[in-house]
């Protein structure tokens, strides 16, 4: 379970870093594992991490931070406990500084989806601005089929004010997201090709 430690006074959850606990006996008893995406003056306050098992077994931590990349951290782990590689940014996976999800397809080996919105800051010239705050909005899904090394498309679900998400596959292969629009809680249901077809 990946957990988000802080230890700012008085409420503040900066400075913070992510790591995982780990139980062996169905949550009877836990221990805590490697510090898996520190503090850093490249990885700014990580934190709110999501986790996803790879096809080979490996555990993939999906990481938000306020650094000036404005890019996902991503790190992996042969057993999700120790060894965590150094993290880096997925230069396709934009952070608005916001939750985000992401869930293996169980019927497709290698194949992930993530979601979060699809946004960051641009000056008057349209460049980007590092760091800048995105706004909160075109939440999208982002579809892998090489274990999050590649993202082949890019499907926009909720155009309009849209924030946390997450992730999950049914029995029958319907992937749900169920996120923030607006100011009400929504369930989206859709299959892989509706991601495949991407933005048009």
Known sequence: VPVW????????????????????????TWKAGDIAVPNTGEFADPNETSVVELSD????LNTRSVSKASRRLVTTSADGVTGWSEPKFDSALWEPICMAGIVAHPGQPG?????????????????????GRGKREKLSIKLSHDDGATWAANRLLEDGPSAYSDLAVASDGTVLCFYERDKRLTVARFNLEWVEAGDH
Do not use: Q
């Not at 802080?6 to 139980?23: C, E, L, R």
């Not at 077994?57 to 993939?60: I, K, L, Q």
């Not at 194949?111 to 760091?131: C, I, Q, R, W, Y």
């Open 57 to 60: 077994g490996r555990v993939m």
């Open 111 to 131: 194949t992930l989806l993530f979601s979060n919105p699809h946004s960051l800051k641009f000056d008057d010239a349209g460049k980007e601005v590092p760091g």
């Open 5 to 28: 430690l802080a230890y700012g006074k008085n409420g503040d959850h900066h400075p913070s870093m992510t790591g995982t606990i780990v139980s062996d006996d169905h949550g009877a």
